[in-house]
């Protein structure tokens, strides 16, 4: 996942907003480049909910907050952190360069290590 946060908890100015803009059309724009062959419909179910990760020593939960029509989905943090995966790919950190317990890491290594919460179905 891919950290985007606001600096020392003040409210984010507009050159913040436009960062996050364009990093998120960034992202879609570069999102076919992550999407498997042949891709299908996916929907909120085939995702977690939450995926949990840890990064210099911060947990952090990551809530699934969007899907795009090429499966993608993206994920926030409460603090303005934010990551994206597909079914088949990695998950990766939008807008900065930081590692963490998620990065590279597919659904399910994500799920067989305890990363990931899926809703009861």
């Not at 950290?3 to 999102?31: D, E, H, M």
């Not at 909120?44 to 090429?70: Q, T």
Request: contains cysteine; hydrophobic residues 35%.
């Amino acid at each position: 996942m891919i950290a985007v946060s606001s600096r020392s908890g003040r409210q984010p100015n507009s050159a913040w907003l436009r960062f996050v803009s364009i990093a998120f059309a960034g992202a879609s724009a570069c999102s076919s480049w992550w999407t498997p062959a042949g891709a299908q419909d996916f929907s909120f179910k085939d995702f977690p909910y939450l995926i949990y990760c840890e990064s210099e020593g911060v947990a952090h939960a990551f809530y699934f907050s969007k899907l795009s029509p090429d499966g993608v989905a993206i994920y926030l943090t409460p603090d303005r952190q934010a990551g994206m995966i597909t079914i088949e790919g990695v998950g990766h950190r939008v807008g900065g360069e930081q590692s963490g317990s998620c990065s590279d890491k597919t659904l399910d290594d994500l799920r067989s290590s305890g990363q990931a919460y899926d809703l009861a179905k």
